[in-house]
């Protein structure tokens, strides 16, 4: 037999993982909605134009490219398709690549219907994303995220706002998480004061890797790549500060008064944990000056969450982007997201055993079918179970029952309705707890009482 299967970095999802990946869409689509935000969608393919050059070098390295149709190699010759470097040959013969993540995109949608949206322009967003990725644990080359936006306002107050959907979301879930916050304007200062404003990106790079590598490591990164051992040494204490949040940004209005980034970037911070003091968060919230978030179209705050039960890497990250659609022909537009890693939180509700009882079962009720009698007789009243929300379903044949009553202990059915000559000259049924094993007669109103009851225990 031909052996098949999928590429790696993606996932089948069974039935029971749909209906947990479900509740998990459905929770943090609800709480969007809760704070006034509208749903969008936009195609999975987008220009390469559009892509390339938003992610930085790393992010566009990852971008999966689809090739053009037709004869894509028509145009190249014999010595272009010796010489050419792939990065230059895969731009002739691919326009259109997977997104890579929902914010691009987004932009581009804004600029392409801004004559259509009210500003500021508050939308979520739940759709796929691919990327070239070397699968790992916790990292898929195709997954789900969920992206919640506001766009047109400079506000913190959004910044507020987005700070409390994550405590909700992951309150609402079970799932104990650090909220980690920075600035893009802070990071921008301290490497003023290094003198080396124009390697923010590869000083923010290795900083970010600083729960993976160490201090150690990110020294030794810092140094291979170009950074004077004198600005490495002068970005220690600001690595190491210690305190309370408002301790530490006091410490870092001194430290980066010579920088007008700096200043402004702790006068944000200031200013968004004095607005969190009037909300009763229930997450962990720390100032992490290392965390600088790989994406370069942020501009200011910037948000990382992480699992605090279990080693899975950022379950929701984003920040503050301050000109993304400037780049598409609309300068000065600000905006701010956040984007929920739905596969992540998947596996994290997996492994800490934190799905509900009723994502974890289908099927609620079956009714055994013994015969062409019996199965009118059933089907006279098995839409009254549904009615009532109780999912329930008739076994399609006339089997033998234990076979029946494998079926339903395979699938995980909670109850087993018998209905035979006896039940149906009283007009009532056999209701079964495959549980305990349990054996009651009622009619079929008191069955539906019974069943919802103890759902609802």
């Not at 010759?77 to 997104?99: H, N, T, V, W, Y």
């Not at 124009?198 to 790549?225: C, F, H, P, Q, Y």
């Not at 039940?423 to 056999?430: H, M, V």
Request: hydrophobic share 40%.
């Amino acid at each position: 037999m031909k052996k098949v299967g999928i590429p790696k970095g993606t996932r089948d999802y069974s039935h029971a993982a749909m209906a947990r990946r479900k509740y998990i869409f459905d929770t943090i689509e609800d709480i969007f909605r809760v704070f006034g935000y509208q749903p969008i969608e936009t195609p999975a393919m987008e220009s390469l134009d559009t892509l390339l050059g938003k992610y930085g070098e790393e992010g566009d390295k990852l971008l999966f490219k689809i090739l053009n149709s037709g004869n894509f190699l028509g145009g190249i010759g014999e010595e272009d398709l010796i010489e050419a470097d792939p990065a230059g040959l895969s731009m002739q013969i691919s326009e259109k690549g997977l997104r890579y993540d929902l914010t691009v995109p987004f932009a581009r949608f804004v600029v392409q219907h801004r004559n259509e949206i009210t500003f500021p322009f508050k939308r979520y967003q739940i759709q796929p994303v691919w990327r070239a990725d070397r699968p790992q644990k916790g990292r898929y080359r195709e997954f789900y995220q969920c992206d919640v936006d506001i766009i047109g306002s400079r506000s913190l107050l959004n910044e507020l706002e987005l700070i409390e959907i994550i405590d909700r979301v992951f309150v609402k879930f079970g799932i104990r998480v650090r909220i980690k916050i920075n600035n893009r304007k802070i990071l921008a200062g301290i490497t003023d004061i290094l003198g080396e404003r124009s390697r923010l990106t590869e000083i923010t790079t290795a900083l970010d890797k600083l729960d993976k590598i160490g201090i150690e490591g990110v020294n030794r990164e810092l140094a291979e790549r170009g950074i004077p051992e004198s600005s490495v040494e002068r970005l220690q204490p600001i690595i190491n500060l210690s305190g309370s949040i408002h301790e530490k940004l006091e410490q870092l209005s001194k430290i980066l008064s010579g920088s007008e980034a700096g200043v402004r970037g702790v006068k944000e911070m200031s200013s968004l944990f004095s607005y969190m003091s009037s909300l009763k968060l229930k997450s962990e919230i720390e100032l992490d000056l290392t965390l600088a978030r790989g994406l370069n179209y942020y501009t200011g705050a910037i948000i990382e969450v992480l699992a605090e039960d279990i080693r899975i890497g950022s379950v929701c990250g984003g920040g503050r982007y301050d000109d993304l659609t400037g780049v598409f022909g609309m300068p000065d537009v600000s905006g701010v997201g956040v984007s929920f890693g739905a596969d992540r939180i998947y596996d994290v509700l997996d492994q800490l055993d934190l799905y509900p009882e009723e994502v974890r079962t289908g099927t609620q009720l079956l009714f055994v079918n013994f015969g062409e009698s019996e199965e009118k007789y059933i089907l006279s009243i098995l839409p009254k179970f549904r009615d009532a929300g109780i999912s329930s379903e008739i076994y399609p044949d006339h089997a033998k029952l234990k076979k029946q009553m494998t079926y339903a202990n395979q699938k995980g059915i909670a109850f087993v309705a018998l209905v035979g000559e006896n039940e149906i000259s009283k007009e009532i049924l056999t209701l079964k707890d495959m549980e305990s094993g349990d054996q009651k007669q009622l009619l079929a109103e008191e069955a539906i009482d019974f069943i919802l009851a103890r759902h609802n225990t």
